[in-house]
């Protein structure tokens, strides 16, 4: 057993850190602050995810995915009608619990393009944000199980990574192995390691998942049992709320936060917040940080007149169908070994369960296909022509969840809410630490980006404040 969670502090008792929000980045930015021997305070909404009945049902990420995503466990947020989707609203689940949407999601392990974060530094300005900055962040998270380079890959952090292929079910292997004929059929190369020197091309699922569990980031980060020891001055408060950061002449002073319908305020040296980009842009706002025209008009008063909620990014996706000329089945629930898989998953052998639905990806520029088929006889264009596929993706696009943006970084007078160590501009003390400081969503999946950014904020406060480290050197002395 690893950390345990704690009381509610007293009024009087200062922290150097209060870290608002236990989600992926959060739960990396509180753990390696008190290794760093911070005091800190984790303040989040939900409750553990280590409570026993939801450790059941989050640790078995693809037999329990899909009710996690509709359960008490996750906000489920309502798009207004889109104009752009054909006037239909869009559902974003956001997991309400210790390791946040890490705890609620499909678990696929994506760093993202290198060529992204490379652009974020040159054309947007983000010194500190290219591919060479961020990589030795990538490279801390994880404890990658599989062959990679060691100068790309991590292999002793605390997030597990698998790569997917020895532990699918036989019918799995054999529709990812066609799928990757096919890339290859059609000129887009295999990659053994889309997470190493390059994304692009086509490969097998790499998950945070190891031996059938999820490695979400609370239970990597804040619970694993040997990791225990170095997180003696974290205490963790769950059930609260955080309601409005205290601002006085624009430097943050602390928290208020409601727990058990009760108010209460912690004061800290530093404030964190890691609610995610929905949660992180609504607390600035509460507490008078953004768009002056806007708070004024709900009635708040703007203390930092900052774009804070604007330049919202998110993946959409849209599904194609194909036809089988022979019968096999890839959905789990639908293959004849469903018994076995569920007995294999249980023993931890390995088995359709242990992995994400999706087996196989491919990275690549989209080329113009050379036979169209009519994938819906409502839409009234020629299926060959490009309205044809507007009309089809309006119909049909959904979110994958890649929410970010909403407080992007940058560099002065562009726009951005925080400034290139994370802090929004004119403001001292807080620091904003999430998938919402992305400048736009990076290519691919972004819980891993999420964690990056938790590794570089911990940085960036560790070598602003040397005095967290208590004089005798051992972290969490000075408690
Ligand atoms: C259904 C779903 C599936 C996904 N699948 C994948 C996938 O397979 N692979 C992948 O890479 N990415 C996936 N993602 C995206 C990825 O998981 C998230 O983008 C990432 O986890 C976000 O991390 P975060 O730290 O920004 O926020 P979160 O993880 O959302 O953390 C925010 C935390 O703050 C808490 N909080 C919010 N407001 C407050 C407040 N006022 N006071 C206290 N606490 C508060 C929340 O309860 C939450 O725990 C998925 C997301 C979802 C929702």
Known sequence: MGTSLSIPPSLEEEFDVVVVGGGSTGCVVAARLAEGGARVLLLEAGP???????????????????????????CVYSTVPQEAAGGRASRWPRGKLLGGCSSVNQCLYVRGDPRTFDDWETRLGCQGWGWKSVLKHFKKCEHYHGDGNPAL??????????????????????????????????????????????????????????QGVRSDAASAYLFDATRAARLASLRIVTGACAERIQLEELRARG?????????????????????GAIGSPQLLMLSGIGPK??????????????????????HLCFPL?????????????????????????????????????????????????????????DIPHDPASEQYMREYVRRYAQTVYHHSGTCRLGPE??????????????????????????????SGNINAACLMIGEQAATFLLEDHQEFRSDNGEPGASQ
């Open 293 to 314: 025209e806007h708070l004024e008009a709900v009635g708040l008063e703007c203390q930092a007149d900052l774009a804070v909620g604007s330049n919202l990014c998110d």
């Open 413 to 442: 007078g562009s726009e951005s809410v925080v400034d290139l160590r994370l802090r929004p501009w004119g403001v001292k003390q807080l620091m904003v630490a999430d998938a919402s400081v992305m400048p736009y969503c990076v």
């Open 48 to 74: 553990s995810n280590q409570e026993r009945g939801i450790r059941r049902r989050v640790g078995s990420p693809f037999l329990q995915s899909v009710q996690l995503q509709t359960s008490e466990l996750s």
């Open 153 to 210: 890959r991590g292999f002793d952090g605390p997030i597990q990574v698998t790569k997917a292929e020895k532990r699918f079910g036989l019918a799995t292997r054999e529709v990812c192995e066609l799928f990757l004929a096919a890339c290859e059929a059609a000129g887009i190369p295999r990659v053994e390691d889309y997470n190493g020197e390059t994304q692009t091309g086509a490969s097998v699922i790499q998950a945070t998942v190891c």
């Open 255 to 275: 928290v208020h936060f409601r727990l058990k319908g009760e108010l209460k305020y912690v004061r800290a040296k530093e404030t964190v917040v890691c609610a």
């Open 321 to 377: 169908r194909f036809s089988w000329r022979e019968p096999l089945a890839f959905n789990p629930a639908r293959q004849t070994s469903t018994l076995i898989s569920r007995a294999q998953h249980a023993l931890g052998k390995g088995g359709v369960y242990d992995f994400p639905p999706v087996g196989a990806l491919c990275f690549c520029q989209s080329k113009v296909a050379e036979s169209y088929q009519d994938l819906d006889p």
